[in-house]
């Protein structure tokens, strides 16, 4: 079983939409989660990151942890074309050394 | 926020020839940087990880001979492929680390797109 895993999609949606992006990951002990977000041939740049469980929101995006589930949403509400890019779950291995990526989800929000 | 800047953005070379990627942190001194690989609609799979004034260390499947790192100084780590053939041809990407790993410690360069011909 892969560490981190994330469906690839790839996902369209119209404009206005929720989105709602998901990755589980198998070890446990992972504390921290980010979401970044990559547009196409540019370098991934941080969305959001959250310690541990619970929900965090910035603006019209929302990143929830379920820790006993092992799973982790992105949301996206009110979606727009400029949302439109690939979408990557990461967590810093257990020692700490580097981040494990998904698979990255592809989005594609039409107007 | 934090810029972590790569140079050059897009090189073409030709085979059996050897290429420098830049990763450079602008703003802040990077005591670890990493080097990833993306192949298109793949995920970001790191390459080796370099800490300031010591030898890299390369996940499992990865040619240290081919794929030479250097970080030099806590601002600048530099990957080299030697001898490229086309199949190295891959989008590199490089990520600068300020601090303990988690939360928005992590800083990404832009990329840099090698095509080898």
């Known amino acids: 079983q892969k560490e981190v895993e994330q469906d690839p999609g790839p996902l369209s949606v119209p404009e206005g939409a929720i989105v709602s992006l998901n990755c589980t990951y198998s070890n446990s002990a992972f504390q921290y989660f980010m979401w970044y977000r990559q547009y196409s041939r540019k370098g991934p740049e941080l969305l959001m990151y959250?310690?541990?469980?619970g929900n965090k929101e910035d603006g019209r995006f929302t990143a929830q942890v379920d820790k006993s589930s092992k799973y982790i949403s992105l949301f996206i509400r009110d979606s727009q074309p400029s949302d439109s890019a690939t979408y990557l779950c990461?967590?810093?291995?257990?020692?700490?050394?580097?981040?494990?990526f998904g698979k990255g989800t592809t989005l594609s929000v039409s107007s | 926020g934090a810029v972590v800047s790569q140079h050059p953005s897009w090189v073409i070379c030709k085979s059996g020839t050897s290429v420098k990627i830049e990763c450079r942190s602008l703003?802040?001194?990077?005591?670890?940087m990493f080097w990833y690989r993306q192949f298109p609609k793949q995920s970001l799979m790191l390459m080796a990880t370099s800490n300031e004034g010591s030898k890299a260390t390369y996940e499992q499947g990865v040619e240290k001979d081919k794929f030479l790192i250097n970080h030099a100084s806590l601002t600048l780590s530099t990957l080299t492929v030697t001898s490229a053939h086309p199949e190295d041809s891959s989008f590199y990407i490089c990520?600068?680390?300020?601090?303990?790993?988690?939360?928005?410690?992590?800083?990404f360069g832009e990329g840099s797109w090698l095509t080898v011909v």
């Open positions: 990461a967590m810093p291995n257990q020692a700490g050394t580097a981040l494990i």
């Open positions: 990520s600068a680390s300020r601090g303990a790993m988690g939360g928005n410690t992590i800083y």
């Open positions: 703003d802040f001194q990077a005591t670890t």
């Open positions: 959250t310690y541990s469980s």
